[in-house]
């Protein structure tokens, strides 16, 4: 999977350093990984970003949407976010659906946003943010 997924001390190491929080969806029957939620610093006051991802095997059970849920709740009520925000790309349809299932609300397209450095095609992300 490349990243943070396969690196527990790169996990740990955005705690450390302030700049976001990971934690997991598992399967405690299996103790079986199954996702990972993420709430990320923005550089803006009050702004948090969330990420997530789930294992191939364990998508389309709802376990997304009630880890965006539930994550993007803790950050706006315990942390005391004023606004999260999570981005995906035009093409990812389904992570679009759980976002607005979750309550998020789509604001609009970041053009070449997360582009390739190298010269190569840019991603077109989809702006997407949930208030208190």
């Given at each position: 999977?490349?990243?943070?997924r396969?690196?527990?001390?790169?996990?740990?190491s955005?705690?450390?350093?302030g700049?976001?929080?990971?934690?997991?969806?598992?399967?405690?029957?299996a103790?079986?990984?199954?996702?990972?939620?993420?709430?990320?610093?923005?550089?803006?006051?009050?702004?948090?970003?969330?990420?997530?991802?789930?294992?191939?095997?364990?998508?389309?059970?709802?376990?997304?949407?009630?880890?965006?849920?539930?994550?993007?709740?803790?950050?706006?009520?315990?942390?005391?976010?004023?606004?999260v925000?999570?981005?995906?790309?035009?093409?990812?349809?389904?992570?679009?659906?759980?976002?607005?299932?979750?309550?998020?609300?789509?604001?609009?397209?970041?053009?070449?946003?997360?582009?390739?450095?190298?010269?190569?095609?840019?991603?077109?992300?989809?702006?997407?943010?949930?208030r208190?």
């Amino acid at each position: 999977m490349g990243g943070y997924r396969d690196n527990p001390a790169g996990i740990r190491s955005r705690l450390d350093t302030g700049i976001g929080v990971s934690m997991v969806i598992a399967d405690a029957r299996a103790d079986t990984a199954l996702g990972q939620p993420y709430i990320g610093v923005r550089p803006q006051p009050f702004v948090v970003g969330l990420g997530y991802w789930i294992v191939p095997d364990a998508r389309r059970q709802g376990l997304a949407t009630r880890a965006v849920q539930l994550g993007s709740t803790w950050a706006l009520q315990t942390l005391g976010a004023a606004r999260v925000e999570a981005w995906a790309a035009v093409s990812n349809e389904p992570s679009q659906r759980v976002l607005s299932a979750a309550g998020f609300t789509w604001e609009g397209v970041l053009r070449a946003f997360l582009g390739d450095a190298g010269g190569g095609a840019s991603i077109r992300s989809r702006r997407w943010r949930r208030r208190r």
